[in-house]
């Protein structure tokens, strides 16, 4: 079965320092791949998601994230983080039958 | 335009009971799929409905229902609820085939 690995599970950060979150699949077909971000108490919003093209892929709120197929990665960076920041991050892909398969998600924290 | 919702936001059920979750897909969406989302597992999913048929199914037991009604609006059902069914349950529309996915807030579960 289709897996997504998310190891880092608690990452906490000062303002402006730069952003890495790893994920993996485990999949060797077409990937369709996504980054889920849910802020306390919000509901899980979109931040970019890959289907093919330009392995590099810029989402909202200054996010991007780079497919690397040799690898079987889509790690998360952002450059300079911010108090707001915080949240919990989730790396999902669609897999064979398109059921979006979740990691098992990061938790952001932000230090003013 | 409005997003997902879900009532109710908070239910609070004893052992043995069963409950009834709804989901309002986004206007025009055709695609709801549900997913329970626990510190534990994390998120996992149920099923998928689209034009009213059931399209996915995860690794739940048969006590997981749904069912989706001609206007898209979803519904879950739960019956002879365990204290393990305590979670956040989310609810996902989509235009087609989770390609882009939009989740509601969710409805927290207790079984007490």
């Known amino acids: 079965a289709q897996s997504v690995s998310q190891h880092n599970h608690h990452v906490i950060l000062s303002e402006a320092a730069s952003l890495e979150l790893g994920c993996n699949y485990s999949y060797g077909g077409t990937v369709n791949l996504f980054w889920y971000v849910q802020y306390p108490g919000q509901h899980l919003q979109l931040l970019l998601k890959?289907?093919?093209?330009?392995?590099l892929v810029k989402g909202i709120k200054g996010f991007e994230a780079e497919f690397i197929k040799s690898k079987f990665s889509f790690n998360l960076r952002k450059p300079s983080v911010q108090w707001s920041d915080t949240a919990e991050y989730f790396c999902a892909c669609l897999d064979s039958s398109y059921k979006l398969i979740f990691g098992s998600g990061t938790r952001l924290l932000v230090r003013p | 335009k409005a997003g997902v919702t879900q009532t109710p936001r908070y239910l609070i059920k004893t052992r043995g009971q069963q409950v009834t979750l709804s989901c309002s897909p986004i206007?025009?969406?055709?695609?709801v799929s549900w997913y329970q989302q626990t510190p534990g597992q994390g998120l996992q999913f149920l099923f998928e409905?689209?034009?009213?048929?059931?399209?996915n199914k995860g690794n739940f037991p048969g006590r997981f229902s749904g069912r989706q009604f001609s206007n898209s609006r979803s519904e879950m059902n739960v019956s002879t609820l365990e204290l393990g069914d305590s979670a956040l349950y989310l609810c996902a529309s989509s235009l087609e085939w989770q390609v882009e996915a939009f989740f509601g807030q969710g409805t927290r579960l207790t079984v007490v």
């Open positions: 890959y289907f093919s093209g330009d392995p």
């Open positions: 409905y689209f034009s009213e048929t059931q399209r």
């Open positions: 206007s025009g969406h055709r695609s």
